[in-house]
């Protein structure tokens, strides 16, 4: 997708979130419904225009299986494979860098531990799966009689997996309500699934968030920061999954000089207010129920699961390079 499309996208995913797993008002169901048309009709235009513009990407390839045999896969099914992976590829995520963060912000030891020996990163991905999986619960339906737990469940049952619940088995994670950085078994979670069912972006996923905790650390190695939470047992997303963390108040530390290595400017609040965007220290991020808003601050930050990528400083279409 070209990525001037990527401030909409991610609108429109965060509108297909709150539809599937929400609790809209009706006039918010009709604001949703009319963005979720937009949405699909551009996955249509895309596939459309690529048809005779291909390029080194994925609906080029699958429309090379298109060319090959056009019932085997049509238009439609590619722009409906596309509408999977759009959303899939990258909402989860962003929830589990903010998951990460904001757990390792809870306690300060973390956050040092991390700085003092960045090998554990890795750990603390996996960990957070295991703790506070993205996505909590799934949907499912039955192709056979089968029995859980002493239930009998018919062929046809609606059934939903709490897949967060698997994290929390003390028969699998000796006391599973701590997080531990350095637990030897963390990854036997099931935070992507299994089987045939198993998350296609898992090692992207994690490689991604481990990305994003490196720079961070990288950024602000000392322990200065604090974060502003009600309650660190309650899901910040507004619906059941994804679960992520909506948004978390946080002070960093001190800081001199450039905010971003390729910045050659120093900062301070009050000779620059109007930071580039690509700063964290001087902005207030607050992910909303319909749309993610960017309000200027000084005082410290908000960082936002679904803004935190663009906040480290990668490509965005509205990124703005400081003069």
Request: aromatic share 6%; proline share 8%; hydrophobic share 35%.
């Amino acid at each position: 997708m070209p990525t001037d499309d990527y401030e909409q996208l991610k609108r429109w995913c965060g509108y297909r979130a709150a539809l599937s797993w929400g609790r809209p008002d009706p006039d918010d169901q009709v604001e949703i419904a009319g963005n979720l048309v937009a949405y699909r009709r551009y996955l249509r235009e895309l596939v459309e225009a690529k048809v005779e513009d291909r390029a080194d990407d994925l609906t080029s390839d699958l429309l090379a299986i298109h060319d090959e045999d056009p019932e085997r896969l049509t238009l439609a099914e590619i722009a409906s494979i596309l509408f999977s992976l759009s959303f899939a590829g990258h909402e989860t995520t962003t929830g589990l860098i903010g998951n990460t963060v904001r757990r390792l912000l809870e306690e300060p030891a973390r956050w040092d531990a991390l700085v003092a020996e960045p090998a554990l990163i890795p750990a603390a991905v996996q960990e957070t799966l295991r703790y506070d999986p993205s996505v909590p619960v799934w949907r499912r339906v039955t192709t056979r009689p089968a029995t859980l737990a002493g239930i009998d469940l018919p062929e046809g049952t609606k059934v939903l997996l709490w897949l967060a619940a698997t994290g929390r088995d003390p028969s699998v994670f000796p006391d599973p309500d701590r997080f531990d950085l350095h637990r030897t078994n963390a990854d036997k979670h099931l935070a992507f699934g299994a089987g045939l069912h198993y998350c296609l972006g898992a090692s992207l996923g994690k490689l991604e968030a481990r990305l994003a905790v490196e720079e961070l650390i990288h950024r602000f190695p000392t322990s200065g920061w604090s974060t502003a939470r009600s309650s660190p047992s309650t899901p910040t997303s507004p619906s059941a999954a994804p679960r992520h963390c909506g948004y978390a108040a946080v002070q960093t530390p001190p800081h001199e000089g450039p905010i971003h290595r390729d910045c050659p400017r120093p900062h301070t609040p009050d000779d620059h207010p109007d930071l580039c965007y690509r700063h964290l220290r001087y902005r207030h991020r607050r992910v909303h129920r319909r749309s993610a808003a960017i309000d200027r601050g000084r005082a410290g930050h908000v960082v936002a699961a679904g803004q935190l990528v663009t906040s480290l400083g990668w490509p965005t279409r509205s990124a703005r390079r400081c003069s």
